[in-house]
């Protein structure tokens, strides 16, 4: 096999890694998640940031999804350390992404408002995959940015 560090197109990933990425009006909201648990880092950035940016945090995030100590926060506290005021408020003016990658595929797992109007549900009629072996990872992160620009109306 081709050594990876010679691909150019997309950063040395590990095994796997996953990161959340809500878009609320003002600002890209990072959190990292193990196994199934959000918890810290988080991280913020202003959404006129620049594909660099966005690249850097995510790798920092789905690098420590894997090697940080996981620690256990309860929901009230998660909120406050991602500066929102309450779930359902972050729910009501977000759209996220659920990222997570293996050692050779990539996912892009959008939300949608929950039919029943609380919270959000997966939306996998938009999910994305990608091969990291062949997969531009600027491709990767438009997609990403693409998918967090979507608002749902009613459908």
Known sequence: TINRKYNDRCPELERSGKCTIYRTDKEYIFVTVYHANSSYPIKFLPLDCDNGAFENILTDIFHASQHDKYTEIKASELI???????????????????????????????????????????DYDRALSFDLDGASWKDIINSTRKLLEHHDTDR
């Open 80 to 122: 406050k350390a991602m500066k929102q005021r309450s779930w359902r408020q972050l729910c009501q003016h977000s759209t996220g992404v659920l990222l997570k990658h293996d050692s050779r595929t990539l996912e892009i797992l959008p939300t949608r408002k929950a039919t029943d109007g609380k919270g959000l549900d997966w």
